[in-house]
């Protein structure tokens, strides 16, 4: 478990409508090393986030504030704890919102995993999420994408030996996707990305901030919940700044 640094933001953009009062979340993003090749999970914020933020980020600066250092982007983190970028087989998407989009186009072995419905929204995103997709982050040239399918496709083995499953969990973004991923002594941890932002998102205390459809938010919540329960899996939230203290971090912790 890494991050690439935290977000600056305010409460009502995280809980919805639950007020003004100063936020501030990690950014994390996810190694998974397996015989058949390694995994980056979302990456983090792209690395012009710690150069030039409101070149590249925009208004939403003013919303999200990124704090992140030159040397927490994926790629160089990924080398100081001696993993080569060109052993990552995939790069699987939760999907493509600002902190989410470190890894596309840095890992030239890869295979980028997405939902297919979360790839074509980026392109023309609604007012409200406008601010949220950065496309210079996605739209590149030379690109190797995987586009999956939503119910169709759910529930996604990739190597086929049950260590990843990918699960559609739309409403935060329209093609949002989380993972249930199984290690061999510590069992299954799902990781639930922005589907639950926080422990509050996770026992329906909150919306979130920024949602496509809360009805499908709550669904996937519940969806998800029945996963944790059914598999007694470790669940690790998309960005709760206090339960994202008790995980064991990069670069000196890990599970295995
Ligand atoms: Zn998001």
């Known amino acids: 478990m890494f ?7 305010k409460l009502k953009y995280i809980k919805m409508n639950q007020g003004e009062d100063d936020f501030e979340i990690p950014v994390p993003w996810f190694l ?3 015989p058949a090749g ?36 994926c790629v160089d983190q990924l080398r100081a704890v001696g993993v080569d970028p060109a052993s990552i087989r995939y790069v699987l998407q939760s999907h493509l919102h600002l902190d989410h989009t470190g890894a596309i186009g840095h890992f030239p072995n890869a295979q980028i995993i997405c939902q297919r419905a979360e790839y074509e929204y980026a392109f023309k ?6 601010g949220a997709y950065i496309r210079a982050d996605f739209d590149r040239p030379g690109l190797n994408w995987k586009f999956l399918g939503g119910e169709y496709t759910d529930n996604f083995d990739l190597f086929g030996d049950g260590s990843v499953r990918i699960i559609f969990t739309p409403g935060h973004a329209p093609g949002h996707q989380s993972f249930l991923i199984t290690l061999p002594r510590t069992g299954p941890v799902l990781l639930t ?3 639950a932002y926080t422990v509050d998102h996770w026992e329906n205390r909150a919306l979130p901030g920024l949602v496509h459809s809360s009805s499908d938010a709550a669904n996937s919540v519940e969806k998800l919940r029945r996963i944790a329960s059914d598999t007694n899996a470790m669940v690790v939230t998309g960005h709760d700044p ?5 995980f064991l971090k990069a670069p000196n912790d890990f599970y295995d």
């Not at 206090?242 to 008790?246: F, P």
């Open 125 to 130: 995103p609604q007012w409200f999420s406008e």
């Open 32 to 34: 998974i090393k397996h």
């Open 242 to 246: 206090d339960t994202w203290q008790s």
């Open 193 to 195: 990305i922005d589907a």
């Open 3 to 9: 991050q690439t640094g935290t977000l600056r933001t």
């Open 38 to 73: 390694n995994i980056v999970i979302d990456g983090g914020n792209a690395v012009e986030a710690a150069i030039d933020k409101r070149g590249h980020w925009g208004a939403v600066v003013d919303a999200y504030d990124p704090i992140m250092d030159r040397s927490e982007n």
